[in-house]
């Protein structure tokens, strides 16, 4: 199903675990930054909203989308308390592949640091055709990706806490 027929920001609370003891941290990039800040908002009131303490969530800056692979992982080796991460970034296509590449870039990336590392990292990255289409996925029609980001870092904190018993 494509985010037309699903609304980002809806979620049962009885499927999400607790999430009062668990330190989350936040990469965000500022290209584009009225998306960014818009999921980064809606990211964070719903991590709030789950029991998260605020002390608890860790905010680091990144110039673009790009740069959220070294932000995450300076933020996986410089935090090893942290149960889960989230990159938050709006990609919005231009006149030439450079899109394309950054894209493919930060989701490669990102991946890598999944499978390389310990910390979990949520994806909170719109690859969008223009800005109407970012507008809709950060607290438009279609609801906020950081919302879901939230819920998807808690359930994989846990998932990463049960793997370890
Ligand atoms: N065009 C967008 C960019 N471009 C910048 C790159 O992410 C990177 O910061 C630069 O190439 C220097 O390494 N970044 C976005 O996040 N969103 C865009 O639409
Ligand atoms: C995603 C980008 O880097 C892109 O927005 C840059 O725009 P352009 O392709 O016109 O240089």
Avoid at 97 to 123: A, E, M, R, S, W
């Amino acid at each position: 199903m494509a985010t037309e027929g699903k609304n980002l920001s809806t979620y049962d609370k009885n499927t999400i675990p607790n999430a009062e003891d668990f330190r989350f941290g936040i990469v965000v990039s500022e290209w584009n930054d009225n998306i960014t800040e818009a999921l980064y908002d809606g990211a964070y009131q719903a991590l709030i909203e789950n029991g998260v303490d605020p002390k608890k969530i860790a905010r680091w800056n990144v110039p673009g989308s790009f740069e959220l692979v070294y932000g995450c992982k300076k933020m996986q080796e410089s935090f090893d308390m942290l149960d889960a991460i989230i990159a938050i970034g709006s990609v919005i296509q231009g006149e030439t592949k450079h899109f394309d590449f950054v894209c493919q870039g930060v989701t490669q990336g990102i991946k890598d640091l999944n499978v390389q590392n310990d910390t979990p990292i949520i994806f909170c990255v719109l690859t969008d055709d223009n800005m109407q289409q970012s507008i809709d996925r950060s607290g438009g029609k279609h609801g906020n990706k950081g919302t879901e980001a939230a819920v998807a870092a808690i359930k994989m904190a846990q998932l990463r806490k049960d793997s370890r018993f």
